[in-house]
Nanobody, 121 residues
Framework: QVQVVESGGGLVQPGGSLRLSCAAS????????MGWYRQAPGKQRELVAA???????NYADSVKGRFTISRDNAKNTMYLQMNSPKPEDTAVYYC???????????????WGQGTQVTVSS
């Protein structure tokens, strides 16, 4: 059994900063690629940023230079540092993780329940 839980969402002013966290727990053998996705009302879920277990990253063009993704492999935790957020960044942010778990070691995709981020003055 594997759980993925996001935290850190809330209300932030434009130009401020916010940090999201995502922790994977349970019968984990290894966490592979992890990513942050978001879904605004009436829109499709989109990739915000992703990071491999080796630390390689990629970002959506809309957040490049403002958001930073990172991870702590020892803690099976991923972060999203959101600097200078804009109102258009308002969305529910979801964590995704590829996890191999005991006893089968098969790799499955796991999603968190989402955390609301609202950017408004």
């Amino acid at each position: 059994q594997v759980q993925v839980v996001e935290s850190g969402g809330g209300l932030v002013q434009p130009g401020g900063s916010l940090r999201l966290s995502c922790a994977a727990s349970g019968s984990i053998f290894k966490v592979y690629a992890m990513g942050w996705y978001r879904q605004a009302p009436g829109k499709q879920r989109e990739l915000v940023a992703a990071i491999t277990s080796g630390g390689s990253t990629n970002y959506a063009d809309s957040v490049k230079g403002r958001f930073t993704i990172s991870r702590d492999n020892a803690k099976n935790t991923m972060y999203l540092q959101m600097n200078s957020p804009k109102p258009e960044d308002t969305a529910v942010y979801y964590c995704n993780a590829g996890v191999a778990s005991y006893p089968t070691l098969h790799v499955y995709d796991y999603w968190g329940q989402g955390t609301q981020v609202t950017v408004s003055s």
